[in-house]
Every structure is written in structure tokens, then in C-alpha cells.
């Protein structure tokens, strides 16, 4: 069964305090992996799309990776504007798009 | 390009009535999703359009609910017999073939 964890549950950082996200999959085929941002009783914001091991993508003071197993979101000298919750989520199987989300990841950030 | 909207955003009914939600995705984009998510979760998939045609639903999806997307265009959830279980965000979705995914700000559903 196609299955995403998120590692650590909640994180909290001082401001400047880099740190790194943890998502590990196992999917059958994949076609995409996709990191989204979550603020409180809002939907989920789109932030990368990664399709193979070894791709890269940045924005702003994030950047997330790709290998065979897991994704990591680096955030580099987080501001306290960045706390929210962070999913991560597959694509995988069948071309229909549909997404399955790991638990998510709630990042703290204190001045 | 006004994003994907969903309404109302908040609903609040009591357990046996029935609800339905309205979802009006990016123009352009053919695909639909409606997700559900509760506390501390991430969102679970619920059911999948391409243009008019609903073409996957999960096993969460009970026979109470049910999904439509006329025209291909806007979407409406309908919760019959609503149950204090089905109180959670819904969340919409919109995407062109192979593309990211776009959400709207949910729908806020509590049964009482």
C-alpha cells in the first residue's frame, strides 16, 4: 500500500535556526512528489513539484530534494512568518492525479 | 486567475440533515479533486473528475455521499444524513494533466 510519514510531528526553531524536514515514501510507481505549506484553518499552498532522485528545487528560504526514498525540505534561517504546517504528499500508480498525503509537519518559529 | 473557491466556508448543521458544498476550480484546469481532512492530519483523498466524468472515488466516500461536476465546470459535494463523524475540513482541488495540484481554503463542516 502506497504509504508517506512525515518526520519530526512538530519542530520548533529560533529565528536563523536552519533545519530540515523529513518525508520517506513507499508508492508503487512514482509519478510526482509535491511539498505544500499549510497555514491554520486554510487550505494547503502549492510550494514544489519533484518527479526524479536527485532533482532540486528552491524558493526563498526553502529548498527541497529528492531521492529513491524520502524528500527533505531544508528551511535556511527560518523568520517567524515561515511557521506553519508543511505537507508533503505522492503521486504515484495510476495517472489520475490524485495525491496521498503524509500527517504533516508543524514548524514553529520564535523571534 | 482567481484560484480555486470553495463556499460556503464555514457550516455548521445538526446530525441527520443534509449538506452540500460548492467548489469552482482554476478555469483552465480539467482535473477536480474534493480531499477531507481532519485535526493534525493531512488531507485524504475522497473522489477524482476529469472535465465532466468522475472517474476514481475511495472507499471513505459511503453512499451518503456524492459528487457531481456538470458541465465540467464547478463541482458540488452533497452529504446526505450528515453524522457527527463527517465533521472535518473539505478541501478542493484543481490541476491540469500532470500538473501540481491547486487547493481552495476548504469548507469548515461541524455536525452538532
Known amino acids: 500500500e502506497d504509504q508517506v510519514t512525515q518526520s519530526p510531528e512538530a519542530l520548533r526553531l529560533q529565528e536563523g535556526e536552519s533545519s530540515s524536514l523529513n518525508c520517506s515514501y513507499t508508492v508503487s510507481g512514482l509519478r510526482g512528489l509535491f511539498w505544500y505549506r499549510q497555514d491554520p484553518g486554510k487550505g494547503p499552498e502549492f510550494l514544489f513539484t519533484?518527479?526524479?532522485a536527485g532533482e532540486e528545487k528552491e524558493k526563498e528560504r526553502l529548498k527541497a530534494t529528492l531521492t529513491k526514498k524520502e524528500s527533505f525540505l531544508h528551511i535556511t534561517a527560518p523568520k517567524p512568518e515561515d511557521s506553519a504546517t508543511y505537507l508533503c504528499?505522492?503521486?504515484?500508480?495510476?495517472?489520475?492525479?490524485?495525491?496521498?498525503f503524509g500527517q504533516g509537519t508543524t514548524l514553529q518559529v520564535k523571534p | 486567475d482567481t484560484g480555486v473557491s470553495q463556499n460556503p466556508r464555514h457550516k455548521i448543521t445538526k446530525r441527520g440533515q443534509n449538506v452540500t458544498f460548492r467548489c469552482d476550480p482554476i478555469?483552465?484546469?480539467?482535473?477536480l479533486y474534493w480531499y477531507r481532512q481532519t485535526l493534525g492530519q493531512g488531507p485524504e483523498f475522497l473522489t477524482y473528475?476529469?472535465?465532466?466524468?468522475?472517474?476514481?472515488k475511495s472507499r471513505l466516500l459511503s453512499d451518503r455521499f456524492s459528487a457531481e461536476r456538470p458541465k465540467g465546470s464547478f463541482s458540488t459535494l452533497e452529504i446526505q444524513r450528515t453524522e457527527q463523524g463527517d465533521s472535518a475540513m473539505y478541501l478542493c482541488?484543481?490541476?491540469?494533466?500532470?500538473?501540481?495540484?491547486?487547493f481552495g481554503q476548504g469548507t469548515r463542516l461541524t455536525v452538532v
Open positions: 519533484l518527479y526524479s
Open positions: 473528475f476529469q472535465n465532466e466524468a468522475q472517474l476514481e
Open positions: 482541488a484543481s490541476s491540469l494533466a500532470n500538473g501540481g495540484a491547486f
Open positions: 504528499a505522492v503521486q504515484a500508480g495510476s495517472n489520475t492525479g490524485k495525491l496521498i
Open positions: 478555469s483552465e484546469h480539467n482535473r
